[in-house]
Each structure stands twice: as structure tokens, then as C-alpha cells.
């Protein structure tokens, strides 16, 4: 059971964090590349963005991810390019890459906490579950009472038996918020077995 709501989570930053690094290339690039600032285009990025959520929204992942690629080659600053491109190398388990895309959206976005609760998800696949409790409380820290963040963070907390003193507060937080009654029921019964604990 405790898997089942990170599944939901993945799904939730996908279509919340609608706002993604390009593949390599035989030149190298970067922001510190010489002619880094010559090689923007931002109108066409963001048009080749819109074409991108066009597909996401049809469901058509392998275009879309193409579509986020070309995005960046026109701009390579487009945080919500980055963090989409991350989401769905997520989806096809390709943990380092999504990270770095993540960790590109971060640095791009710095007022949205999308980026930090999916890299706090790309982490805890990876095994770095403090890592991921810590990007999870970055995203709280740019958004108050973010509830994906909330909701990583309990998760992981929980599953991993790292619970804290703000965990039952986390559960509590789920319960009166969380759209989904899977998420609700979930944290009623792991507030219970907590309480019970002590």
C-alpha cells in the first residue's frame, strides 16, 4: 500500500508540474558557452513548448519528450521544459537524467516547488531518501503547506522509518486536504500506527 501513493504522486507532478537537459550533441553546450546568450531563441522555444503540452495533453509521450528536447535546443533556459522532460525520463526510470533535469528546473524556476518534489521523487526511487526529504522540505520552504511536498515527505518518512516530530502533522495535513481517498485513508491509518508506537 505504501507504493501505491508515491504512483500517485508521480501522476500528480506530471500534471501539476505542466510548465524538462537536450540530448548531447556533438558541440558542447551549456550557460557558459561562448555564444550561449547568440543561440537563444525564445519565441520559438516557447511556440515548440505549446506543441509539447499539446502532446502531453493527447497523451503522447515519445513526441512530446522530443518536443521538450527541441524546446531547449532553441532555449536551454526554459525551466518548464526541463521539468517536464524530467517527469517523463521519471516515468521510464532513467533516475540520473531526470535529476538533472530537475535540478536544472530548480535553478530555472526558483519560486515553484514542482521541481524540488519531483527531484524528491527521482531521489527516493534512487534509494537517497534523505536526499529526498530534504528536496521535499526545499519545496515548502519556496511554498508554504505545498501539499505534493507534504505528501513526499510523509511517504518517505514513513515507508522508510524516518518519522520525525512533524510527521503525524504531515499525516494530519493529508488527511484534510488530499483530494484523493487513498491518500486520506492511508494517513489516517499510519497516523494510528504512529500514535500507537509511543
Partial sequence: MTR??????????????VLGLAGCGATARGPYA????????????????QKALAELADGDRKDA??????????????????????????????LYDASEEFQWARKLLPGHPEPR???????????????AIEAAKAALEVQPGHLGAIKAIAL????????????????????????????????????VRLEGAR
Fill in 4 to 17: 501505491a501513493p508515491l504512483t500517485v504522486l508521480v501522476l500528480l507532478a506530471l500534471t501539476v508540474a
Fill in 34 to 49: 561562448p555564444d550561449a546568450q547568440q543561440r537563444r531563441d525564445i519565441h520559438k522555444a516557447e511556440a515548440t513548448y
Fill in 117 to 131: 518534489v519531483n527531484l524528491a521523487i527521482a531521489l527516493e526511487r534512487g534509494g537517497k531518501h534523505a536526499d
Fill in 156 to 191: 518517505i518518512s514513513v515507508t522508510e522509518r524516518m518519522t520525525d516530530d512533524g510527521t503525524v502533522a504531515h499525516l494530519d495535513a493529508i488527511v484534510e486536504r488530499a483530494p484523493e481517498a487513498q491518500w486520506r485513508e492511508w494517513a489516517r491509518g499510519e497516523k
Fill in 65 to 94: 519528450e522530443q518536443l521538450l528536447r527541441e524546446t531547449l535546443g532553441f532555449d536551454l533556459y526554459h525551466g518548464p521544459a526541463h521539468n517536464n522532460l524530467g517527469v517523463l525520463l521519471l516515468e521510464q526510470d532513467r
